[in-house]
T-cell receptor, first 114, second 116 residues
Framework: ETGVTQTPRHLVMGMTNKKSLKCEQH?????MYWYKQSAKKPLELMFV???????ENNSVPSRFSPECPNSSHLFLHLHTLQPEDSALYLC?????????????FGPGTRLTVT | AQSVAQPEDQVNVAEGNPLTVKCTYS??????LFWYVQYPNRGLQFLLK??????LVKGSYGFEAEFNKSQTSFHLKKPSALVSDSALYFC??????????????FGKGNQVVVIP
């Protein structure tokens, strides 16, 4: 256990559905991240939140909508997804800079879009 | 921007033999380097990091990594591989430390297969 939990672990949704992924960290960190991991591709950073403010959005389509209500919780709201959005979605957290702290990852949500 | 390269897609090694997973980096400024491991259907687990100090860094599960500034490398090593070390290994470098976060740039990962 890394102190970062994600629910659900598996999700199957149709292209017209709306669903949300949840991430919770119990480490007292102040930065949280969403990554997309697809087979045979590098890890893609999607969003970065620092002190509950979004500081980075790496050209992610608007069908992905993040929310960070407090420093311990991070959501990824999904709507009208495409089959190519099927992937493992990973959440991570870390302490802030300037000290180079490592990120701690959750187990991920395996998303399948049908 | 900072980046890392992991030149091999897969590393095969016999159980009990030394394991090396290669990583080279490109940074402007001080390199802050990390290794992570991912087992099937799991998230990434932190193994070790280099910030400053000794070039040989020791981490979890008997792994170590050697920082080589002249070769811009940070290779991961284990003296004697176990079948349970079979997993996906990622090298990462801290990217621009803006806005109070520790953004990382990851390599594409190396699949390690330890053969019994």
């Amino acid at each position: 256990e890394t102190g970062v939990t994600q629910t659900p672990r598996h999700l199957v949704m149709g292209m017209t559905n709306k669903k949300s992924l949840k991430c919770e960290q119990h480490l007292g960190h102040n930065a949280m991240y969403w990554y997309k991991q697809s087979a045979k591709k590098p890890l893609e950073l999607m969003f970065v939140y620092s002190l509950e403010e979004r500081v980075e959005n790496n050209s992610v389509p608007s069908r992905f909508s993040p929310e960070c209500p407090n420093s311990s919780h991070l959501f990824l709201h999904l709507h009208t997804l495409q089959p190519e959005d099927s992937a493992l979605y990973l959440c991570a957290s870390s302490s802030g800079s300037p000290t180079p702290y490592e990120q701690y990852f959750g187990p991920g949500t395996r998303l399948t879009v049908t | 921007a900072q980046s890392v390269a992991q030149p091999e897609d897969q590393v095969n090694v016999a159980e009990g033999n030394p394991l090396t997973v290669k990583c080279t980096y490109s940074v402007s400024g001080n390199p802050y380097l990390f290794w992570y491991v991912q087992y099937p259907n799991r998230g990434l687990q932190f193994l070790l990091k280099y910030i400053t100090g000794d070039n040989l860094v020791k981490g979890s599960y008997g792994f170590e990594a050697e920082f080589n500034k002249s070769q811009t490398s940070f290779h991961l090593k284990k003296p004697s591989a176990l079948v349970s070390d079979s997993a996906l290994y990622f090298c990462a470098v801290r990217d621009s430390p803006l806005y109070g976060n520790n953004r990382l740039a990851f390599g594409k990962g190396n699949q390690v297969v330890v053969i019994p």
